[in-house]
């Protein structure tokens, strides 16, 4: 019930186009959902995230969706550069366990 | 920079041995997290710390220890070493209070057990 289901596993997107990701849990406590980049030799680094009192949150080009009766996010990326390539992880929390629960990543390449 | 540090870097060891890993908080956070990445588990938590305390654990080994020291810095201690221990080890660290708690991750430390 701690699982976090991450979906595609890799993504190839053409520069200016829209990346996304999705993820699922089972796991009702779960009250905090933030997506992680992470470059190749570097430590994941906090994108965004989001709580389920909302359905959508954005930064910048970065926008969480949140479906909270289907138990679904997704990270999408606007205009996507190829920069933004890397892996994303999404990740889930619970009130009463601050660990983090990692999705299994999604490697993102955007091509030029 | 999250403002974690992780020292060593890379660390190349033999089956068998016992290695040190640690790490340092950003300034003010009181909580320290370790984190496992290896290629056919992911990112797995495998204990917490706060102001000195263990306050949570996850899929930590008992050939693994942990202590976070008064001055908050924290080591992961790993002994009888196999070659499936071979991963990515990550600290990140968090205030620990206040609804977020966002949890900044450090720069990780590479073992390879040989």
């Known amino acids: 019930q701690q699982q976090v289901k991450q979906s595609p596993q890799s993504l190839i997107v053409q520069k200016g186009g829209i990346s996304i990701i999705n993820c699922a849990y089972e796991?009702?406590?779960?009250?905090?959902f933030p997506w992680y980049q992470q470059f190749p030799g570097k430590g994941p680094a906090l994108l965004i995230a989001?709580?389920?009192?909302?359905s959508e949150k954005k930064e910048g080009r970065f926008t969480i969706s949140f479906n909270k009766s289907a138990k679904q996010f997704s990270l999408h990326i606007m205009d996507s550069q190829p920069g933004d390539s890397a892996t994303y992880f999404c990740?889930?929390?619970?009130?009463?366990?601050?660990?983090?629960?990692f999705g299994s990543g999604t490697r993102l390449q955007v091509q030029p | 920079d999250s403002g974690v540090t992780q020292t060593p870097k890379h660390l190349i060891t033999a089956t068998g041995q016992r290695v040190t890993l640690r790490c340092s908080p950003r300034?003010?956070?009181?909580?320290v997290y370790w984190y496992q990445q290896s290629l056919d588990q992911g990112l797995q938590f495998l204990i917490q710390?706060?102001?000195?305390?263990?306050?949570a654990k996850g899929n930590i080994l008992e050939r693994f220890s942990a202590q976070q020291f008064p001055d908050l810095h924290s080591e992961l201690n790993l002994s009888s070493l196999e070659l499936g221990d071979s991963a990515l080890y990550f600290c990140?660290?968090?205030?620990?209070?206040?609804?977020?708690?966002?949890?900044?991750f450090g720069p990780g430390t590479r073992l390879t057990v040989l």
């Open positions: 989001i709580r389920p009192d909302v």
């Open positions: 990140a660290s968090s205030v620990a209070t206040g609804a977020q708690g966002e949890q900044f």
């Open positions: 796991n009702t406590a779960f009250d905090y």
């Open positions: 300034s003010g956070d009181l909580s």
């Open positions: 990740a889930a929390r619970s009130t009463g366990r601050r660990a983090l629960t």
């Open positions: 710390y706060y102001n000195g305390e263990e306050r």
